[in-house]
């Protein structure tokens, strides 16, 4: 007589055909919990995420925009109160860069609306379904998140400049971090743009499958950015903002200098390239799966 066991010891047909080990039914459960996630399922969580956002109401999103705005400022404000402190210090530049991730955990960790990240996950509805209605929804997205981050980074900017929060030499570090953006030739602000959008894309497209990583992986990705120099237009809107409102660049620099050129990168980056990509992949494996 033979027992019956619950964890189903025979190999499986599947094993036998991917020229696997035989495993028990358990085991098998083992290998699928431990796999990670496959492309599509990336893909699916972030384009649901995306339809979400892209049905949200103006006011909401226009609120939860101000509050990301207002958060990414600590960014630049943890980076010059490093670098007030480890000036001239040796490797104090790698010390301040980590400074550069701290508005960027406050905003995905607390769903606020960041116009960088929208730049993926609203961008994969309209690739899987193109039409008028949804390009509409995603220019309607983009225009109240990239305006309710802007007026939040220019009110931290115009805050922490005018409420004597800071002594001199701290000021002067936040001037001088706003210079070294502003060092870039406006091709330079496309180009580090795209590199920024890209990484930002990775970014989005990572946390979902990091599980209790997620704030590693949020740390490292930003963290390089802020080590290549690579342009955001957010936080560097603060930074540079901050120098409009101390009267060291006038505004119409801070435009055509600055945003203009490094909002097409980060849009060229994170859309075009990485986003375009992505959904490429999962259409492509769908296909050999059809086929």
């Not at 600590?74 to 210090?89: E, I, K, P």
């Not at 990583?213 to 342009?231: D, E, Q």
């Not at 909002?263 to 494996?285: M, T």
């Amino acid at each position: 007589m033979h027992e019956d066991r619950d964890d189903d010891t025979g190999p499986s047909a599947a094993d036998g055909a991917r020229g696997g080990f035989s495993l028990s039914r358990k085991e098998r459960g083992e290998v699928e919990q431990k796999r990670p996630p496959r492309v599509a399922v990336l893909h699916e969580t972030i384009r649901l995420e995306g339809e979400a956002e892209l049905g949200r109401s103006i006011p909401a999103l226009g609120w939860s925009a101000l509050a990301a705005g207002l958060s990414m400022g600590f960014s630049m404000l943890a980076r010059g109160l490093l670098h007030r402190y480890l000036d001239g210090a040796p490797a104090g530049f790698l010390v301040e860069s980590l400074g550069y991730p701290f508005g960027f955990l406050v905003v995905i960790l607390a769903r606020q609306q960041l116009f960088t990240e929208n730049t993926m996950t609203a961008v994969l509805p309209l690739m899987t379904q193109p039409s008028l209605r949804k390009l509409g929804a995603l220019l309607r997205l983009w225009s109240v998140v990239f305006a309710g981050n802007l007026v939040g980074t220019g009110l931290f900017a115009y805050g922490i400049l005018h409420m004597q929060l800071f002594d001199q030499a701290t000021q002067a570090a936040l001037l001088d971090i706003g210079n070294q953006v502003m060092g870039n030739s406006p091709l330079q602000m496309f180009t580090k743009g795209i590199v920024a959008g890209w990484l930002i894309a990775t970014m989005v497209w990572l946390v979902p499958a990091a599980e209790a990583s997620k704030i590693t992986v949020i740390v490292l990705t930003t963290y390089l950015i802020a080590l290549g120099g690579f342009t955001h237009i957010i936080v560097g809107s603060v930074e540079t903002l901050y120098l409009v409102f101390a009267h060291a660049l006038p505004f119409a620099a801070f435009v055509a200098h600055f945003a203009l050129p490094t909002l097409a990168g980060n849009i060229v980056g994170g859309s075009c390239i990485f986003a375009l990509i992505s959904h490429a992949q999962v259409r492509s494996d769908e296909a050999e799966g059809r086929g």
